[in-house]
């Protein structure tokens, strides 16, 4: 099979969980002007939470998350009293108690927190907010550390989808990314989640790992079938040891070449969609979830979680590294722990950098999110809906002229379509609308 248009992806682009991208946040945005942003919130209209809990049992190779390994419990219990009071220091600026269609929990590991300490941080947003009927209340998860006491007090907190991390069930691959987790591991973890009520499952896989082979992911999507999940991630491993220096230690291994690697992801593709519906350009999903009928009605959204149903104008972040949404910008805590710990205890939202956001940016935002959505965009109609001409947007259509002649892209007018086979060039299509990006920038992942 021809596979040279992969070879039209192969630059480092953003994954558009954010427009302008986390890179091109700076230090100009603290927490004065975030006060004012949370003061302006809307209490009519809802919003979403996200709380990030820094901390894992032990470091997998790959992992490029902002998470700690900590000696002892004190490190834990000082986050846990600092975001009890990061809580009250953001409900100062708010008016009102807000209503909350969505609540995530990331990390690190989520589930490091133990019931008790996940019981605390309920009680107090339940003070702070209001979380309106039916909202999504979701957990990240390591099926390595879970158990009856935590599924159950998420049941009774209304916890309803968790994402396990599953990334690959080969045992040389789960040995060569420091990650042993047997299939009766998560089947357990599954077992435990659903006996609680929580039945809307969501595995995280990733490709272009070392020692991956097609026979590997053939068995690791047939074993995913088996569990039967509702939704699927499959991102591509990012390899950036610059970052992330025990990204190094795989490099023994060996990884995959480019076009090994653009082969996994095209045969894992092929093999999820025996299952489920293709989302976006890494998520896949049961007919009947939320987010296939999202896709079906063009009504699905894109923010730092990934592809999402939440409409919600305003994301307000708890805990190091989180980064807060609003209509007038984004805000990104420390990313450091101790920086974070210090701020809060100092009674300071610990902003660390962010971007406000121009009326340029919330176009190209706009149509960004539409090609990363929906694989295409009439360009004209969001220009106009901003007050703009398309032809603002003709050196962008000049970058594509490749993409089209290789067939990653249809162009009639100011329409883009990216055909079903093609989707996984919707990052590099959307980059062509990123006044921000340089050819240069080595800071995110490769496109496939």
Not at 17 to 46: C, M, V
Not at 181 to 207: H, K, S, W
Not at 246 to 274: D, I, M, N, V, W
Not at 287 to 298: E, H, P, R
Request: charged content about 20%; some cysteine.
């Amino acid at each position: 099979m021809d596979h040279s248009w992969l070879t039209l992806l192969d630059a480092r682009v953003p994954r558009y969980t954010s427009y302008p991208t986390a890179p091109h946040f700076h230090p100009r945005i603290g927490s004065a002007l975030f006060e004012n942003w949370l003061k302006a919130i809307d209490p009519r209209q809802p919003i979403s939470l996200y709380v990030h809990v820094p901390f894992c049992h032990q470091l997998c190779w790959y992992c490029g998350c902002n998470t700690h390994i900590v000696k002892g419990e004190r490190p834990v219990e000082l986050f846990l009293k600092n975001v009890l009071k990061e809580i009250g220091l953001v409900q100062r600026h708010l008016s009102g108690r807000p209503k909350v269609s969505h609540l995530h929990f990331g990390g690190g590991s989520p589930n490091r927190l133990t019931a008790d300490q996940f019981d605390q941080i309920m009680q107090r947003l339940h003070q702070a907010f209001e979380l309106v009927e039916g909202a999504e209340i979701a957990l990240e998860i390591d099926p390595r550390h879970l158990d009856t006491a935590q599924t159950q007090t998420y049941a009774r907190w209304g916890v309803n989808r968790a994402s396990l991390g599953v990334q690959d069930f080969d045992p040389d691959v789960q040995k060569a990314m420091n990650r042993i987790q047997p299939f009766d591991t998560v089947a357990r973890a599954v077992g435990l989640l659903r006996e609680a009520g929580i039945t809307a499952i969501n595995f995280d896989l990733l490709y272009g790992l070392p020692l991956q082979t097609i026979d590997s992911i053939h068995a690791t999507i047939a074993q995913t079938a088996l569990l039967s999940p509702d939704r699927v991630a499959l991102f591509g491993y990012a390899h950036v040891p610059w970052l992330k220096k025990q990204q190094k230690t795989l490099e023994r291994f060996g990884l995959p070449s480019a076009t090994q690697r653009a082969e996994l992801a095209l045969y894992a593709r092929s093999e999820l969609e025996k299952h489920y519906q293709p989302i976006g350009i890494d998520h896949f999903a049961k007919a009947g979830d939320s987010l296939a009928v999202a896709a079906k009605n063009n009504q699905l959204h894109r923010n730092f979680q990934g592809y999402t149903v939440d409409e919600a104008k305003t994301l307000i972040a708890f805990g190091p590294s989180g980064i807060s949404s609003t209509p007038q910008g984004f805000a990104q805590k420390e990313p450091e722990l101790a920086a974070w710990n210090h701020c809060i205890e100092a009674d300071q939202l610990a902003i660390r950098r962010g971007i406000a956001l121009e009326p340029a940016d919330r176009l190209r935002s706009d149509i960004i999110e539409q090609i990363m959505c929906h694989l295409g965009v009439d360009v004209e109609a969001v220009a106009k809906q901003h007050g703009e001409t398309p032809e603002l947007f003709l050196p962008c259509f000049d970058h594509l002229a490749p993409f089209a002649a290789q067939g990653l892209v249809t162009i009639e007018g100011w329409r883009l379509t990216i055909p079903e086979q093609r989707r996984l060039a919707a990052r590099s299509i959307a980059a062509a609308f990123d006044a921000y990006l340089q050819p240069e920038e080595t800071r995110h992942s490769a496109a496939v």
